[in-house]
Nanobody
Framework: QVHLVESGGGLVQAGGSLRLSCAAS????????MGWYRQALGKQRELVAQ???????NYVDSVEGRFTISRDNAKNTWYLQMNSLKPEDTGVYYC?????????WGEGAQVTVSS
């Protein structure tokens, strides 16, 4: 069983930055992909950023150029650096890890961007 724990959420003014971390209880050496999703109030959860085992990344259009996903295999951790934050980035951010086709989720971290 894999456990994912997020950290780094909080309240920030528009234009500010935050970095989210997702620490996995096991090795991410064999992981298929790592990602970050977010869910705004009253909306469906959406994929924000993803990085594959091969290092390929993709982002939702609305965060392209502002957010960066990265990983540290030695620490079994992946990150989401969020710059130039906007009020519409507000939501609960969930990290996701996929091992052998099985998805694991963190409990979520609240990110609130004030205008």
């Amino acid at each position: 069983q894999v456990h994912l724990v997020e950290s780094g959420g909080g309240l920030v003014q528009a234009g500010g930055s935050l970095r989210l971390s997702c620490a996995a209880s096991g090795s991410i050496f064999s992981i298929n992909s790592m990602g970050w999703y977010r869910q705004a109030l009253g909306k469906q959860r959406e994929l924000v950023a993803q990085i594959t085992s091969g290092g390929s990344t993709n982002y939702v259009d609305s965060v392209e150029g502002r957010f960066t996903i990265s990983r540290d295999n030695a620490k079994n951790t992946w990150y989401l650096q969020m710059n130039s934050l906007k009020p519409e980035d507000t939501g609960v951010y969930y990290c996701n890890g996929r091992w052998a086709g099985v998805d694991y989720w963190g409990e979520g971290a609240q990110v609130t961007v004030s205008s």
